[in-house]
C-alpha cells in the first residue's frame, strides 16, 4: 500500500512512509538526547526542579513559592516599591501587587508612604514577616545543602564563579541585542 503524498516521490530514493516515520522518530530521540546535553536547557531544567522542590517545601510552613521568593526579595532589598520587585522577580506589577496584598493581610509585610514621593508606598518587612523568614530560610538553607551534597568547598566555589562570569557574558549579550533582555 502507497501513501500517496510521499512514497510518488520516494520512489526515487527507495524509502518507504514506514521508514520515513521511523527515521522521524529516530530523529526526535536524537533532538532530545543532544537537547539533554546544552548548557541552556540544563540550567534551565534545574532551576525549574529548585524551584518546584522550594515551593513544596515552603507550602509546608504557610505561603507559596512566589510569596517565599518575594519575602526573600524583600528582605534582602528592603524599602523599595512594588514595581522593582516585580521587576527583580520577572513577574507582572499586576501579580506582585496581589501578593503583597496577600502578605500583608497574613501581616508579614507593610506598606510604608517613600519620603521622596507622597502618592508611592514602599514596602518592608514586619516583626512577623521577619519570624516567617526565619523559617523560610531554614528551608532554603536545607534545600541548598542537600543539593551540594558530595561536593568539595572548591568545586561550589568554582561552580560560582564560573555562573557568575556566565551571567556577565549573557548581561553583555543583552546589551548590544535590540531584543534586549533583563539581566
Not at 62 to 67: L, S, Y
Not at 161 to 183: F, G, H, Q, W, Y
Amino acid at each position: 500500500m502507497q501513501c500517496p503524498r510521499c512514497c510518488t516521490a520516494k520512489k526515487k530514493l527507495n524509502i518507504s512512509c514506514t521508514a520515513k516515520k521511523e527515521l522521524n522518530i529516530i530523529r526526535v530521540l536524537i533532538n532530545n538526547a543532544l537537547m539533554a546535553e546544552r548548557l541552556g536547557y540544563v540550567v534551565t531544567d534545574f532551576a525549574r526542579q529548585i524551584r518546584r522542590v522550594f515551593d513544596q517545601r515552603v507550602r509546608a510552613i504557610g505561603v507559596t513559592g512566589p510569596q517565599a521568593r518575594l519575602l526573600l526579595r524583600i528582605q534582602m532589598h528592603p524599602g523599595r516599591n512594588q514595581a522593582q520587585y516585580a521587576d527583580d522577580l520577572d513577574i507582572e506589577a499586576i501579580t506582585v501587587c496581589r501578593m503583597i496584598d496577600r502578605l500583608e493581610e497574613a501581616g508579614f509585610v507593610e506598606r510604608v508612604p517613600d519620603p521622596a514621593d507622597r502618592r508611592a508606598r514602599l514596602i518592608q518587612l514586619t516583626p512577623r514577616g521577619d519570624e516567617e523568614m526565619k523559617a523560610i530560610a531554614a528551608k532554603a538553607d536545607a534545600l541548598e545543602a542537600q543539593i551540594l551534597e558530595g561536593f568539595t568547598s572548591s568545586q561550589i566555589s568554582d561552580y560560582i564563579v564560573i555562573t557568575k562570569a556566565m551571567r556577565t557574558n549573557l548581561a553583555k549579550a543583552a546589551e548590544c541585542s535590540p531584543d534586549r533582555v533583563r539581566s
